[in-house]
């Protein structure tokens, strides 16, 4: 299994960013799918779950500015973001939770890609 983020970057605040997750290595139109994000010096947060019939599930800390979304033929999973906030600063990874709905539980994970929003 693999996950490959990418997308990530500096960006002013109020601006907008589209993080890609490539999966591979497994059935990717099976499992539910998430991004979750980890600020400096703090735990990981949970930000959004999409399922494998493309509902999806958003954290309080980013719900209204972000959009995930799954193309199950090029096995990628995105991440809209808008309205960024400094405080949104974090390294976002992609995951496959432990089993759907579980989304601070996960089997596999990537590096990670870094959003740092700064004026």
């Known amino acids: 299994v693999q996950l490959v983020e990418s997308g990530g970057g500096l960006v002013q605040p109020g601006g907008s960013l589209r993080l890609s997750c490539a999966a591979s290595?497994?059935?990717?139109?099976?499992?539910?799918m998430t991004w979750a994000r980890q600020a400096p010096g703090k735990g990981l947060e949970w930000v959004s779950g999409?399922?494998?019939?493309?509902?999806?599930t958003y954290g309080d800390s980013m719900k209204g500015r972000v959009t995930i979304s799954r193309d199950n033929v090029e096995q990628t999973v995105y991440l809209e973001m808008n309205s960024l906030k400094p405080e949104d600063t974090a390294r976002y990874f992609c995951?496959?939770?432990?089993?759907?709905?579980?989304?601070?539980?996960?089997?596999?994970w990537g590096q990670g890609t870094q959003v740092t929003v700064s004026s």
């Open positions: 999409i399922y494998a019939d493309g509902s999806t």
């Open positions: 290595g497994f059935p990717f139109s099976a499992p539910a």
């Open positions: 995951a496959i939770p432990r089993s759907p709905g579980d989304w601070i539980r996960y089997d596999y």
